[in-house]
T-cell receptor, first 111, second 111 residues
Framework: DSGVTQTPKHLITATGQRVTLRCSPR?????VYWYQQSLDQGLQFLIQ???????AKGNILERFSAQQFPDLHSELNLSSLELGDSALYFC??????????FGEGSRLTVL | GENVEQHPSTLSVQEGDSAVIKCTYS??????FPWYKQELGKGPQLIID?????GEKKDQRIAVTLNKTAKHFSLHITETQPEDSAVYFC??????????FGKGTMLLVSP
């Protein structure tokens, strides 16, 4: 158990809909990262937050947004969903420049 | 940004054989070189890492070697076991930047 909790584990929705994925980091970790994993693209970095502030941005679409709350949990919002957004979404947490601890992921299926 | 390539993309070995996975990176300023293991249905987990001031590091059956001049580092697994079957990712990093993951190597160890 990495200590990182992600919900929901599975989500099935339709094109055009909006979903929210939730992540609770390990106790004491201030950094939260979101990654997208699809079969042909590997692990793609989306965005990082540190203590509530956006720290780095990767290949995150404009239809996607995230935030980190004062209690350090984070949410990834995906809107106007397309078939190609179907993927595993991972959250990870760490101390600065430390090892990343990953959750077990949220599998999103867009039909 | 960092370009990361892993080879091979798939590797099949017999139990007891050795396995080597190579990771090539582009940013000569990278100074942290981890390997993550992802088992089916789980998030990636750090298995070994090395920093740029060290050429080799071992932990029981696994080792990582670094060639900074050639900009590559490799994961070595000896006496492979079926439980080593997983996808392995390299993820070089510079300073406090985010990890850039390779596309992964699927290792299959046959009994």
């Amino acid at each position: 158990d990495s200590g990182v909790t992600q919900t929901p584990k599975h989500l099935i929705t339709a094109t055009g809909q909006r979903v929210t994925l939730r992540c609770s980091p390990r106790s004491g970790d201030l950094s939260v990262y979101w990654y997208q994993q699809s079969l042909d693209q590997g692990l793609q970095f989306l965005i990082q937050y540190y203590n509530g502030e956006e720290r780095a941005k990767g290949n995150i679409l404009e239809r996607f947004s995230a935030q980190q709350f004062p209690d350090l949990h984070s949410e990834l919002n995906l809107s106007s969903l397309e078939l190609g957004d179907s993927a595993l979404y991972f959250c990870a947490s760490s101390v600065p420049a430390g090892e990343l601890f990953f959750g077990e992921g949220s599998r999103l299926t867009v039909l | 940004g960092e370009n990361v390539e892993q080879h091979p993309s798939t590797l099949s070995v017999q139990e007891g054989d050795s396995a080597v996975i190579k990771c090539t990176y582009s940013d000569s300023a990278s100074n942290y070189f981890p390997w993550y293991k992802q088992e089916l249905g789980k998030g990636p987990q750090l298995i070994i890492d090395i920093r740029s001031n060290v050429g080799e590091k071992k932990d029981q059956r696994i080792a990582v070697t670094l060639n900074k001049t050639a900009k590559h580092f490799s994961l070595h697994i000896t006496e492979t076991q079926p439980e080593d079957s997983a996808v392995y990712f390299c993820a070089p990093r510079k300073g406090y930047s985010t990890l850039t993951f390779g596309k992964g190597t699927m290792l299959l160890v046959s009994p």
